[in-house]
């Protein structure tokens, strides 16, 4: 009787670990997912203001005028 329930014990443990990780797993791709979408919206947000674009739009901007003026 001891080994019957000693092996039920064992089988009930390890489908709770196998439901415990599938559970960890689902959760894991879900905040995975979520983290990307917020880097892929950040970053869109991002390109609209190219940094390099602007500074040398003014830069060639402000070369014009200073040749305008001498």
Do not use: D, H, P, Y
């Not at 390109?47 to 602007?54: E, H, P, R, S, V």
């Amino acid at each position: 009787m001891g080994l019957i329930f000693n092996n039920v014990n064992l089988l009930s443990l390890t489908f709770f670990l196998l439901i415990l990780s599938a559970v960890e797993f689902g959760l894991g791709l879900v905040i995975i997912l979520v983290q990307n979408i917020f880097l892929r919206s950040i970053s869109l947000n991002l390109n609209n203001t190219n940094t390099l674009k602007f500074a040398s739009r003014f830069k060639n901007k402000t070369n014009l005028n200073t040749s305008k003026i001498i």
